[in-house]
């Protein structure tokens, strides 16, 4: 609690302080204009956030469950292996991962280079810098966090349960509509947050193969804290991000059913 | 209703093997329309897997199935006239009580009315009226028990598989859910085949049963008929205690088999209660209620087997008295005997003679020994 709570606090009341850019003294000015100030001069990032952080969930959340529902039911034995080699890839640290990809996918590297010189593709064709890199680097860097909590849901669901609808007439597509995708929304809701909160918050990936036209509000508050030491800026801006998420999560809970939020968690 | 000699399931020559074992051994049986049937046996026995080879959740390496004169051995679980009632229920835990009864008839798009009656009424059928808008979390062992017979049932299958149904709850409950199931029977009169571990639970319930052993059939008879002449020493020691003697075959006439025991006493058996007939070295068993112990005086009555030994142990039970005697050949026997207050109970040490009657003995084939997960059950 120690531990949320003074972040939290310190977080909020900086968001509501005016700060000396010189001195970086601050004092607590009840300035609630710093809100509307940061959407409005920061909108078209918060928009980039809010989809690319939605497009890589939606297609997490895609190639997840396929995946992990072929590890539960199908692995067998190398399971454990199979989860180990989706795994593998968190052994490495997170830029260093993000910057292979910036060199795999450069304009003469390995794939794009390859390809430009046997005349496959034109030779303005770039794929970095774009929003699309920016999306599939958050889905490539964020699927395990979509993927482990559908393995663990799908492989929680007792087998005789799934005997049992077909002893009872359920088609296999019967069988997975009626009874594996109902028992694993909870799985599906605990993926959704794990990814989607952190992507939408993510600024290495718009950084390191996104343009300067593909920052996320990430960099913004990156930039602010770091190189501005515009400190309550930074804080307002984590704080609507903060919201954002909070609305979403909400949102997205009501959807699937008008659950507590305590039973997915 | 009992059997109506009508054949509903056939096994042919069924084998299943895995990987590595060999789970059901070239087994043939029958079971007969509106019987009450147990496969009984040890956990790891075949049992299980003959079941679910029946329902359609294993296919037989080797062998045909068929239910009701049809041949079914390739048809999955959803295009056979059975339905099965899992161990641990396994009910659908994100469904009501209602959605899980009515579940089959869903998918089988039977009308919305008569999906309503036919829950309705199955939900009496097993005395759960009232529990339709219930999650199966919300409902006790018994009640999980109850909700999985009427999902089953309400289908109306031609036969109805039971996997062990009543492993999971408590004695007293199991006790009152066997007098319940047998109700349901009797009541809808199909076919019920019954998986379990349980001796006494299959010996109560079941027209007939099957015990297994290693991937085959020990015995298939009628309660009475594989409890009072088992034909082997491991459903000798599976269905209840008994106690067995070696010995020699010496004649066999009239209906009658002597063999003399090692240590001396020859006994009679019903030559149709010898089991393994042609061998010469044989296994004699009698139950230990069958025996009456008296002290070891006076003359032995000729037209009963009887044999002598050293009372061990006596131990009062209320009952009834069990007693535990050194016999012939070193064998340890056990005798039950009711408490009826008149007969002295002879004083450990001294000599006493247990006297049954010749039609209660019996003969055995004699089975491996029982491994140590056997001897668990």
Redesign the interface.
């Given at each position: 609690m120690f531990f949320f709570l003074v972040p939290m606090v310190t977080m909020l009341s900086l968001s509501l302080q005016t700060c000396n850019q010189v001195t970086l003294a601050c004092h607590l000015t009840w300035s609630w204009s710093n809100f509307p100030d940061q959407i409005r001069q920061y909108h078209s990032q918060f928009a980039n956030s809010l989809v690319y952080g939605s497009l890589a969930t939606a297609i997490d959340l895609a190639v997840s469950y396929p995946l992990a529902y072929w590890i539960a039911f199908y692995g067998g034995r190398r399971k454990n292996f199979f989860l180990l080699m989706l795994l593998l890839p968190f052994f490495v640290s997170f830029v260093i991962r993000t910057l292979t990809w910036s060199f795999i996918l450069a304009d003469q590297g390995l794939v794009l280079g390859t390809l430009k010189r046997i005349h496959l593709l034109p030779g303005s064709f770039h794929v970095l810098a774009s929003g699309t890199a920016v999306v599939a680097g958050i889905a490539y860097n964020y699927l395990p966090f979509t993927a482990l909590p559908l393995y663990v849901a799908l492989e929680r669901i007792?087998r005789?349960?799934v005997?049992?609808?077909?002893?009872?007439?359920?088609?296999r597509i019967?069988v997975f509509t009626?009874?594996i995708l109902?028992?694993t929304i909870p799985g599906i809701f605990a993926s959704f947050l794990l990814t989607f909160v952190p992507a939408i918050g993510d600024y290495v990936n718009a950084a390191i193969l996104g343009g300067t036209n593909n920052y996320m509000i990430g960099n913004v508050i990156q930039d602010s804290f770091l190189v501005y030491s515009n400190y309550s800026a930074a804080s307002a801006l984590s704080a609507i991000l903060m919201a954002v998420a909070l609305i979403g999560i909400f949102a997205y809970a009501r959807v699937l059913g008008g659950r507590t939020i305590e039973e997915y968690i | 209703m009992g059997a109506s000699g009508e054949i509903d399931v056939r096994l042919d020559r069924v084998s299943k093997r895995f990987a590595d074992t060999t789970a059901v051994d070239d087994l043939t049986l029958e079971v007969e329309r509106g019987e009450f049937f147990s496969l009984l046996g040890p956990s790891g026995c075949g049992k299980t897997t003959t079941l679910r080879m029946i329902?359609?959740?294993e296919e037989p390496t080797e062998g045909t199935i068929e239910l009701g004169g049809r041949d079914v051995t390739d048809l999955?679980?959803?295009r056979r006239d059975?339905?099965?009632v899992?161990?641990?229920y396994?009910?659908?835990?994100?469904l009501t009580v209602f959605e899980n009864v009515a579940?089959?008839l869903r998918?089988?798009k039977v009308s919305k009315a008569e999906v309503d009656r036919r829950v309705k009424e199955s939900l009496v059928l097993v005395d759960l009226p009232g529990y339709e808008r219930r999650k199966p979390s919300q409902l006790s062992g018994g009640q999980q028990q109850r909700v999985a017979v009427a999902?089953?049932l309400v289908?109306q299958p031609k036969l109805l598989l039971l996997d062990e149904p009543l492993g999971a709850l408590d004695l007293k409950l199991r006790k009152q859910m066997q007098l319940e199931l047998k109700r349901i029977q009797q009541e809808v009169g199909i076919t019920f085949l019954y998986v379990t571990h349980d001796q006494e639970e299959a010996m109560t319930m079941s027209n007939r049963l099957a015990v297994m052993r290693h991937g085959k059939i020990e015995q298939i008879g009628a309660p009475e008929e594989v409890y009072d002449s088992p034909a082997t020493e491991f459903v000798a020691g599976f269905l209840g205690a008994s106690n067995l003697l070696e010995g020699e075959v010496k004649e066999v006439a009239g209906g009658i088999a002597r063999v003399l025991v090692d240590g001396g006493a020859v006994l009679r058996v019903p030559e149709a209660r010898m089991h393994g007939r042609g061998v010469s070295r044989v296994r004699v068993g009698v139950r230990p209620e069958k025996i009456r112990l008296v002290a070891d005086e006076g003359e032995a009555s000729s037209a009963r087997n009887s044999v002598t030994g050293t009372l061990r142990v006596a131990t009062y039970i209320g009952v009834s008295h069990q007693f535990t005697v050194d016999g012939p050949g070193g064998r340890t026997l056990t005798v039950y005997q009711q408490n009826m207050g008149t007969d002295p109970i002879p004083a450990p040490g001294s000599g006493v003679r247990l006297e049954w009657e010749p039609e209660h003995t019996f003969a055995v084939r004699p089975s491996e020994p029982l491994a140590e997960w056997e001897e668990e059950q």
């Open positions: 007792d005789r349960v005997e049992a609808a077909g002893d009872l007439y359920a088609s019967a009626r009874v109902p028992l | 329902g359609g959740f999955p679980p959803y059975v339905n099965t899992f161990q641990s396994a009910l659908f835990p994100h579940f089959g998918r089988k999902r089953a289908n």
